[in-house]
């Protein structure tokens, strides 16, 4: 640790950005954007780079090839939406949701779930028992009807 030496109340210095470069082409595109727009005739690379600034940005956007468009090399081209802000979900976000879901259901589904949680397979899991719950009241009502 003699090489290192730990200082404290250092300034962290702005980040130094292009404010004219691609990032603010992207920016500035995305503010006058609303729900529905979109963009097409994008090459892969400014495709790419628009989505991934939006997913930076937190804004949802989508991408399609534009079939039978290509541009002036003969390549494809893309079109991208508009589909919101903040719609992504964080992890704890997810948990969260599918904790109020698994209350819902019967204790020994959950505890069958939670056994399977140290492999990981919790997520998948409660969505298996879900469907295999909703098949089963399916066949359930089918049944009822004849």
């Given at each position: 640790?003699?090489?290192?030496?730990?200082?404290?109340?250092?300034?962290i210095?702005k980040?130094?950005g292009?404010?004219?470069?691609?990032?603010?082409?992207?920016?500035?595109?995305?503010q006058?954007?609303?729900?529905?727009?979109?963009?097409?005739?994008?090459?892969v690379?400014?495709?790419?780079?628009i989505?991934?600034?939006?997913?930076?940005?937190?804004i949802?956007?989508?991408?399609?090839?534009?079939?039978?468009?290509?541009?002036?090399?003969?390549?494809?081209?893309?079109?991208?939406?508009y589909?919101?802000?903040g719609?992504?979900?964080?992890?704890d976000?997810?948990?969260?949701?599918?904790?109020a879901?698994?209350?819902?259901?019967?204790?020994?589904?959950?505890?069958?779930?939670?056994?399977?949680?140290?492999?990981?397979?919790?997520?998948e899991?409660?969505?298996?028992?879900?469907?295999?719950?909703?098949e089963e009241?399916?066949?359930?009502?089918?049944r009822?009807?004849?």
């Amino acid at each position: 640790m003699g090489k290192f030496k730990i200082e404290k109340n250092v300034p962290i210095p702005k980040r130094k950005g292009n404010p004219t470069g691609r990032t603010a082409q992207w920016d500035s595109i995305l503010q006058q954007m609303e729900k529905g727009d979109s963009i097409g005739g994008l090459n892969v690379k400014d495709k790419g780079s628009i989505m991934m600034y939006s997913k930076k940005k937190r804004i949802h956007l989508i991408s399609r090839r534009e079939e039978g468009q290509t541009d002036a090399e003969g390549k494809p081209t893309y079109r991208i939406w508009y589909r919101g802000e903040g719609v992504y979900q964080t992890d704890d976000s997810k948990r969260a949701d599918i904790e109020a879901h698994a209350s819902s259901l019967p204790t020994d589904i959950l505890r069958q779930a939670e056994e399977h949680e140290e492999n990981k397979n919790i997520v998948e899991d409660v969505y298996t028992i879900q469907k295999t719950i909703n098949e089963e009241m399916s066949l359930a009502k089918k049944r009822e009807k004849k």
